[in-house]
């Protein structure tokens, strides 16, 4: 006879404690904050006449003033601001107290370029459709009316030529739009380009490569121009009838046994402060720090699509304003996003950043066979995300935490593929036809993370674990022998390392400080299944500006002024303070205070599929515990049964947990 184990009465569901109090020293900077560091630059006799405003963000403490803050030593709140200006070179970087507003430092790079501001995107469209060489070269393509005409400002690269030196440039590629609402991306006006100057407008070169014509057909996926769309399914509700789990204190957050501070820069998007478990420290800092898109075809200017959509553009700045029902499922919370616009002025994304928690299926179970008696946990994670849109491609970002002590980071790529013209059948060996006469470039999205390691508190390393087989011999009688082998990665150089499929690579941060009940160094395995190979020349202007790409993993130890693997200034860079070159320095890295930068991402030979909006696409990686706990931290869930579910025939259900 079967025997039913019969779960016990649920409790009623309790929410988490609030958070602690010390998270909120780390909220990113609000709309008076914002407004106070600007008005205090522009009252700067150095600063403040003619300034252009970049990336504004919270100054974050380091690892030693965040842990002086929590044994009771008072915090300087302070925003970093980058300023530039339109009738000089270079960039100021300034510290601004935001508490009695003063500037407490700044430095000049008189090479850099800041970032490009939503606003210079818009003015390099307008004075590209004004020009008149412009509109000369679009009518030989038989562009008579310029109002179809779309220009896209792509960033420039660093490609050594003469006139542009000192230059903030894009290079733009441009589409036409044959109606309103229309898809323009399967019209590009493949071959013409134009070089300008971002900051002051100056149109530099206009090149016209010659190329195919034109592609004319339509490829609509607007429902206006769309047959009618299939059936509606029956809905599938996310229901939560007691609210959340979470207990949010402005941007800090508790879930189950996490707590965080959920912070957000114009540049990175979302940032994860603070990540613990139980109390107990697992991450300093999470966040993405960088996304390069390397396009392979060198065909006419396609060679200039090397863009850092980061770096170059910031995916905070390209938050989405959320829907609910759409985005996110289930009882939602949101977050408004601040950054400054190229003026000072604070601009507002409503909804920017979306919380909420997910069923992830089955966390345990067993089956007891004996005795015919089953252990089931089913597994919930908390869910940080917000979505960017940098021209055509749509980047969806979550950072997931769950029951078992494990933290997830995935991107869902979507939009529109890049898009250039071809003779119909004849795409060419660089790029995959989704269209008669259109077709889209192989090229790959590759992500990087930096993770700031706290695990127990600092002085962390990092081991690199390879499996191997053990030969045939006394000790590998029958062959079957393989086994583990670590190797603590000491100094920068030593810790450059890409992943290898042959040992099954693999890497755990430690804190050799602390050790669990078994005698060994807690720690957290990062888990790369994303690993992509690049395909860039490292001698190319491309492979030199996006040279973090060359490994899998790096290992620094913390430095504030390090912040991106392509450098605080990517505009127009020409790759030298890339992590490739920050390494040299060959610092150690074992037991400090270490900062893991890890690069993954998406290898796309383009579908048919993916035209005109491309399904999503996904990559990531995942910290898991590794010897942090003593034995499954999720043990201890209560049994539940969910009592929403039903039979699909209307039959009477019935528990089998």
Partial sequence: MTHVHTAAPQAKGQAALPPPAYLRALAPLGPDEIKAVVDVVKADPELGPGALFGNIDLREPSPQAWRDYLAGKPLLREARINISHKDRPGVWQAYVATGKPAITFRRNFPTAHSAFQVEQLLDVERVVKADPAFIEACRKRGITDMTGVCVDSWSGGNFGHPEEEGHMISYVHCWLRL??????????????????????????????????????????????????????????????????????????????KWTLGIGFSPRDGIILHDIRYDGRPVVRRAALAELVVPYGSPERGHYRKNIFD???????????????????????????????????????????????????????????????????????????????????????QYWYLDQAGEIECEVKATGIVDTMACDPGEPGKFASEVSPGLSAPIHQHIFCARLDMDLDGGGNSVVEVNSKAEPMGPTNKYGNGFYAEETVLKTELGAARRANADTQRTW??????????????????????????????????????????????????????????????VCNSDGSHGLAEVVKQDRPVENTDIVVWHCFGLHHVVRPEDFPVQPCMSSGFSLMPSGFFNLNPSNDLPREVNKASVLADGGAPTCHC
Wanted: charged share 25%.
């Fill in 508 to 569: 755990r941060v430690i804190n050799p400080n602390k050790l669990n009940k078994l005698g060994r160094p807690v720690g957290y395995r990062l888990h790369t299944p994303d690993c992509v190979t690049p395909f860039l020349n490292e001698d190319g202007p491309s492979g030199q500006r996006s040279n973090f790409v060359r490994n899998h993993i790096w290992v620094t130890p913390f430095n504030e002024d390090e912040r991106y693997p392509a450098g605080e200034y």
């Fill in 179 to 256: 109606y309103a609402n229309e898809n323009f991306y399967a019209h590009p006006i493949d071959g013409l380009n134009v070089s300008i100057d971002v900051k002051t407008g100056e149109i530099l070169r206009i090149d016209d490569h010659g190329g195919p014509p034109i592609p004319m057909i339509d490829v609509p996926y607007d429902p206006e121009f769309m047959p009618a769309p299939r059936a509606p399914m029956k809905p599938l509700d996310v229901v939560q009838p007691e609210g959340t789990s979470f207990t949010m204190d402005g941007h800090a957050i508790a879930w189950d």
């Fill in 310 to 396: 980061i770096g170059e553009y910031g995916f905070g700045k390209f938050n989405h304003s959320l829907k609910l029902g759409c985005d996110c499922l289930g009882a939602i919370h949101y977050l408004d996003s601040h950054y400054c616009g190229l003026d000072g002025s604070t601009i507002t994304i409503e909804k920017g950043i979306c919380i909420h928690e997910e069923d992830t299926g089955i966390l345990w179970k067993h089956w007891d066979f004996r005795v015919d008696r089953t252990e089931l946990r089913r597994g919930r994670r908390l869910v940080i995300s917000c979505v960017n849109t940098v021209g055509n491609y749509e980047y969806a």
